[in-house]
């Protein structure tokens, strides 16, 4: 069974929309975050969370907005969403903030921008 | 900043033949980063394969290896024998601690398709 969960698999949205991509694990761990990969690029880190507490942001866009509602889940809030937006939202956990080196991924969500 | 480049967005390997899957790294720091593959099987997510924290080192799991090389900034990875259940993408990817950063830096990825 998977222990990272990111509901739903796959989002079509129009430009202008907002969605709320879902994320909970069930390993325990402290840290969170959120990656995204676009086409043919490289998967890139979005923020990372301790103790529900946000720990780094390398997004630019406060269209971009992580919420923790407890421990164990990262919910990503995109707000007027653009195409460029399409891509695959990772989430992952580790037991640590400290040990981020080694990462457990969720199946993603494949998220589509019309 | 630091990066991370693999230059095969696809690779097809038939089975029982060997595999190499290029992956270059550049570190801004004085350091020496760690270095990572991870893989994604059809319908799951990233999952830890190998690391290797000491330049010069070899690491290994599940008939994989890549050994960290700091003169070429590479970490190539090799199999000598796939099989059809290798086939997944494979995530080069380094973190350099001594910047500062505890992140984890990706590579595009490589889709490895193992033929019968």
Same mark, same amino acid.
């Given at each position: 069974d998977p222990k990272i969960i990111q509901k739903p698999k796959y989002l079509v949205a129009v430009t202008g929309s907002e969605k709320i991509?879902?994320?909970?694990?069930?390993?325990?761990?402290?840290?969170?975050?959120?990656y995204r990969q676009s086409a043919k690029k490289p998967l890139e880190f979005m923020f990372s969370y301790s103790y529900q507490k946000l720990m780094d942001n390398q997004t630019a866009s406060s269209r971009f907005q992580p919420q923790s509602s407890k421990k164990n889940h990262l919910d990503l809030q995109i707000t007027a969403l653009k195409p460029d937006d399409s891509a695959t939202y990772f989430c992952a956990s580790s037991p640590h903030w400290v040990s981020q080196n080694t990462l457990y991924f969720g199946a993603g969500t494949r998220l589509s921008v019309l | 900043g630091d990066s991370v480049t693999q230059t095969e967005g696809q690779v097809t390997v038939s089975e029982s033949k060997s595999l190499i899957i290029n992956c270059t790294y550049s570190a801004t720091s004085i350091g020496y980063p760690n270095l990572f593959w991870y893989v994604? *099987?059809?319908? #799951?997510?990233?999952?830890?394969? @190998?690391?290797?924290?000491?330049?010069?080192?070899k690491g %290994?799991?599940?008939?994989?290896?890549?050994? *960290?090389?700091? #003169?070429?900034?590479?970490?190539? @990875?090799?199999?000598?024998?796939?099989?059809?259940?290798? %086939?997944?993408v494979y995530y080069c990817a380094l973190s350099d601690t001594s910047s500062g950063s505890w992140q984890l830096i990706f590579g595009s990825g490589t889709q490895l398709t193992v033929m019968p």
């Amino acid at each position: 069974d998977p222990k990272i969960i990111q509901k739903p698999k796959y989002l079509v949205a129009v430009t202008g929309s907002e969605k709320i991509l879902i994320c909970e694990q069930y390993l325990g761990h402290n840290a969170m975050y959120w990656y995204r990969q676009s086409a043919k690029k490289p998967l890139e880190f979005m923020f990372s969370y301790s103790y529900q507490k946000l720990m780094d942001n390398q997004t630019a866009s406060s269209r971009f907005q992580p919420q923790s509602s407890k421990k164990n889940h990262l919910d990503l809030q995109i707000t007027a969403l653009k195409p460029d937006d399409s891509a695959t939202y990772f989430c992952a956990s580790s037991p640590h903030w400290v040990s981020q080196n080694t990462l457990y991924f969720g199946a993603g969500t494949r998220l589509s921008v019309l | 900043g630091d990066s991370v480049t693999q230059t095969e967005g696809q690779v097809t390997v038939s089975e029982s033949k060997s595999l190499i899957i290029n992956c270059t790294y550049s570190a801004t720091s004085i350091g020496y980063p760690n270095l990572f593959w991870y893989v994604r *099987y059809p319908g #799951e997510g990233l999952q830890l394969l @190998l690391k290797v924290i000491t330049a010069g080192q070899k690491g %290994s799991s599940r008939g994989f290896e890549a050994t *960290y090389n700091k #003169e070429a900034t590479s970490f190539h @990875l090799q199999k000598a024998s796939v099989q059809e259940s290798d %086939s997944a993408v494979y995530y080069c990817a380094l973190s350099d601690t001594s910047s500062g950063s505890w992140q984890l830096i990706f590579g595009s990825g490589t889709q490895l398709t193992v033929m019968p």
